[in-house]
């Protein structure tokens, strides 16, 4: 009997399996009589996380969207929402599109003729398990580098069908505690090299993390920056506060944003694997750097060049009397520009000593080198517990470098759990590695560790650390077992 019952079920699944191949057709006729070209291609069951050929019915908006990039010979198609669309020809992603490729001898596409009416289509079968999609218009067939002979750009109209079937679900990510939202990805963008459209649980925690670290940055602006002049103006020894691509906005009015509405705006795009693995998305920072003042106090750069200058004055003179050959010139000048130099401060130290930077990472997975020292006792990182409610902090002392550039001082503050695991040189302080520790059935969309990275000159840094409130970023932790 379970014999049979085996043999039945394969069958059936057999039969299934072939119903849900998909076809492409379309037909496209010159409208100056030429040859037509005529395309009937099987495209097989479509997997639910190949986002290349992808569509989605949104419950909660109605919203629907279809992305078929590159699929045999589809080509690329993005349609949004409507049931019946006309679609104009884009060379970049601006809305909809719907741009066939294809191979006889050589590559040729076919895209909506814009120097007529637009293509028209019309979504016959849209759900979750299938799409049945029906196009015609007029319509471009171009060749590019076709050879003398063959069309290239030829005018005429195209209809034509498209069926697809998938795995009728979407991918599902983990749901952030305390939040009633979407687990769903919707995806209405997809890169792989830049990322997709988060659910709504992963754009939930955006939100969350953004509003923790804005307030908890609120107060370092007017705290350690001076700000510019009416005339817009910077002296030096001002200073500047810099943006930089992930910087938190903290001139601004704090965020009063719900993360669990679900109508929140996407704060960014997360990775294509994001649901996989535990939540990475933000590095969140921002710098201050002080303007040098080069002309008074130990850098006074004129007072060096009108030294410079008179000494140049005084040999050249000595040298037109003949007084002193070319060469004791030559020696003299060398020698004086040294024992001048030797007054100046050392500007590359000054510029890391004027300067502080301060990041704040999301849920580090891998083992944290950053933190190791250099070679020697001197510049070995220190391990302390100097920050209430932190794990531990690690200091590193600011170091000159073989080029004359310096590494900036390092305070780092860790929240959550790590195993440090120390080299075993002398001293005792030297760190081989720090590997962050969470189960690996932990939910994906909490905060289960943070790390907060300030570097820079020591005063800044202690002005930094005296006015960040870092009890709002470790209240970012949320996992019991990971605390």
Same mark, same amino acid.
């Not at 969207?65 to 019946?84: F, K, Q, T, Y």
């Not at 979407?182 to 792989?192: C, N, Q, R, S, W």
């Not at 704060?267 to 003042?293: E, H, I």
């Given at each position: ?12 699944? /057999? ?47 109605? /919203? ?16 949004? #929402? ?22 006889? @001898? ?6 909506? #003729? ?13 759900? /979750? ?73 992963? +754009? ?30 910077? /002296? ?56 040098? #003042? ?5 850098? +006074? ?46 500007? @590359? ?9 301060? @990041? ?97 000159? +020591? ?25």
């Amino acid at each position: 009997m379970k014999k049979h019952l085996i043999i039945i079920i394969l069958f059936c699944c /057999a039969i299934k399996s072939m119903a849900q191949t998909g076809t492409f057709n379309y037909e496209f006729s010159p409208l100056n009589g030429g040859p037509s070209v005529k395309k009937s291609i099987a495209v097989p069951l479509v997997k639910y996380k190949n986002y290349n050929t992808y569509w989605f019915v949104n419950p909660n908006t109605g /919203a629907r969207h279809l992305m078929v990039n590159g699929s045999s010979d589809i080509g690329i198609i993005i349609l949004d #929402d409507r049931a019946d669309t006309n679609v104009v020809y884009q060379d970049k992603y601006q809305g909809d599109q719907f741009n066939i490729l294809g191979k006889t @001898k050589t590559e040729f596409y076919i895209h909506p #003729d814009n120097d007529h009416r637009p293509m028209r289509v019309h979504y016959n079968i849209f759900n /979750a398990g299938e799409i049945y999609l029906t196009f015609a218009g007029n319509a471009v067939y171009d060749q590019p580098g076709a050879s003398p002979g063959t069309i290239d750009h030829v005018h005429g109209f195209i209809s034509g069908t498209l069926q697809l079937f998938r795995e009728p679900k979407y991918e599902q990510t983990d749901k952030m505690p305390g939040c009633n939202c979407d687990p769903t990805v919707y995806a209405k963008f997809y890169d792989e090299e830049i990322g997709r459209t988060p659910s709504a649980c992963e +754009n939930a925690l955006l939100w969350r993390v953004f509003n923790g670290i804005q307030k908890a940055f609120n107060n370092l602006v007017p705290a350690i920056s001076f700000r510019e002049d009416a005339g817009g103006k910077r /002296a030096p020894g001002d200073l500047i506060y810099r943006e930089t691509g992930a910087t938190i906005d903290v001139t601004g009015p704090l965020s009063t944003v719900d993360p669990c509405n679900p109508n929140n705006e996407r704060r960014a795009v997360v990775s294509v694997n994001a649901a996989t693995r535990p939540f990475t998305q933000d590095t969140y920072g921002l710098s201050f750097f002080k303007l040098p #003042d080069f002309n008074n106090g130990p850098l +006074n750069v004129q007072s060096y060049s009108k030294k410079i200058g008179a000494l140049s004055d005084s040999t050249s003179r000595l040298l037109k009397a003949n007084k002193i050959t070319a060469l004791q010139q030559q020696k003299i000048m060398l020698e004086g520009m040294q024992k001048l130099s030797t007054s100046m401060p050392d500007t @590359k130290q000054m510029e890391m000593e004027g300067s502080v930077k301060l @990041k704040v990472i999301i849920n580090s997975l891998y083992a944290d080198e950053a933190a190791r020292g250099v070679t020697g006792e001197r510049y070995r990182p220190v391990v302390r517990h100097t920050i209430p409610g932190s794990a531990f902090d690690i200091y590193v002392p600011a170091h000159r470098d073989e080029d004359g550039s310096w590494t900036p001082n390092k305070v780092y503050i860790y929240y959550g759990k790590f195993n440090v695991v120390n080299s075993g040189a002398a001293g005792g302080n030297s760190i081989k590695s720090i590997t962050p520790v969470y189960a690996p059935t932990v939910n994906k969309i909490t905060v289960f560790n943070l790390k907060v990275m300030v570097e820079g000159g +020591n005063d800044l840094i202690a002005k930094v650390l005296a006015n960040i409130d870092l009890k709002n970023i470790q209240q970012l932790i949320d996992n019991p077992k990971t605390k």
